[in-house]
């Protein structure tokens, strides 16, 4: 099984990845988790990435590219994956495209995760108190959002154009909405 999970900052991909990608028996990847393990690290990786992510833009194409291809060339990657958080961007979509045609494989849903606009920046606050994230600032999470509306919404239309877009109710609690994800998976590659 071959997933992309999509939805605004807050909409609860990253908590819904896990779930679903332990489901599948697959690895959740989320590029988010690698950008940030790299900070911690301070490997170089890191170095150029965390000024960007706590102003809230996105790392360059070819960086983030090179990056997802490479953990997709890892073993446990072999028979399927959920990426979380990647592609961003339609220059990343082509990206994607042509590793899978490299490989001769292909997607078999694009899940997207919709929440009530109004819910998101009260998540996205709430997860900042607990969390301490660099970009979980009010002004940060503003300026993620018209990153995403202006850079990744656009992708929905692109994956809904190709027939591979299942959407999902992600307003819930963490259970309901995994279930919910789950189902329309099923009942989409049946
Ligand atoms: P959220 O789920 O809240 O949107 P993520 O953990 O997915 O946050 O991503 C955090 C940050 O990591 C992004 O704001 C961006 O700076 C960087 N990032 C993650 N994935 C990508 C990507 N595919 N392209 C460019 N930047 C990315």
Redo the contacts with the bound molecule.
């Keep these: 099984m071959r997933l992309l999970i999509m939805g ?4 609860g ?2 908590t819904q990845a896990v779930g679903i990608a332990e489901h599948y028996g697959i690895p959740a990847i ?4 690698i ?2 393990a790299n900070v911690r690290q301070g490997t170089e990786l890191g170095r150029r ?1 965390s000024a ?2 706590a102003a ?4 360059p ?1 070819e960086l ?1 590219e090179r990056i ?1 291809a490479d953990r997709l060339d890892r073993d446990d990657a072999a028979a399927g994956w959920l990426l ?6 339609l220059h ?1 979509v082509e990206a994607l495209e042509k590793y899978l045609a490299d490989h001769s494989v292909g997607l078999d849903a694009v899940i997207c995760l919709d929440v009530d606009p109004e819910d998101l920046i009260v998540r ?1 606050l709430g997860r900042a108190e607990v969390e301490g994230r660099a ?1 979980d600032d009010e002004g940060t999470i503003r300026h ?1 959002m018209d ?2 509306l202006e850079s990744t919404r656009p992708l929905l239309d692109a994956y809904e154009g190709r027939g591979l877009l299942v959407r999902v109710d992600g307003n819930g609690t963490v259970e309901e909405v995994g279930a919910r994800i789950v189902a329309a998976v099923d009942a989409f590659v049946a």
Excluded: C, E, H, N
């Excluded at 605004?8 to 909409?11: D, I, L, R, W």
């Excluded at 809230?56 to 790392?59: A, E, H, Q, T």
């Design positions: 605004a900052p807050g909409a991909k990253g989320s590029t988010g988790d950008f940030r990435v960007i992510m809230g833009d996105y790392v194409d983030t997802v979380d958080g990647f592609p961003r961007t990343q996205l970009d993620r990153v995403y």
